[in-house]
């Protein structure tokens, strides 16, 4: 079992920045990925962007590319969302997620889709004002 903690989410205004933090326990050694997912009132979960805890290998949106940061910090098992030049499309409920490593199958999975994450945190509002 892996349990995860967000925080950090709040109000910023058009052009701001804001850090979210993801704090794993329990079993954590046999985390795969994380990743970071949002949902705007009346939309679909989307995919924001991830990270592998074998290595450091990062993948994003397009939408947030050059704006978001993913990171790790090991030591504390957490997982930190860097929100760069955030605007009001930016505004939803921000989720960590984890990949359970289940075996070798776990590299065929597609960790863009939300459904393949085992593990989730309660979310934290993100609002941005223009």
């Known amino acids: 079992q892996v349990q995860l903690v967000e925080s950090g989410g709040g109000l910023v205004q058009a052009g701001g920045s804001l850090r979210l933090s993801c704090a794993a326990s329990?079993?954590?050694?046999?985390?795969?990925?994380m990743g970071w997912f949002r949902q705007a009132p009346g939309r679909e979960r989307e995919f924001v962007n991830r990270?592998?805890?074998?290595?450091?290998?990062?993948y994003y949106a397009d939408s947030v590319k050059d704006r978001f940061t993913i990171l790790r910090d090991d030591a504390k098992n957490t997982v930190y969302l860097q929100m760069n030049s955030l605007t009001p499309k930016d505004t939803a409920v921000y989720y960590c997620?984890?990949?359970?490593?289940?075996?070798?199958?776990?590299?065929?999975?597609?960790?863009?889709?939300?459904?393949?994450?085992?593990?989730w945190g309660q979310g934290t509002q993100v609002t941005v004002s223009s």
């Open positions: 329990g079993r954590t050694f046999f985390i795969y990925a």
């Open positions: 997620a984890a990949v359970f490593n289940t075996g070798p199958g776990v590299a065929g999975r597609d960790l863009d889709e939300g459904s393949e994450y085992d593990y």
């Open positions: 990270i592998s805890c074998r290595g450091s290998t990062t």
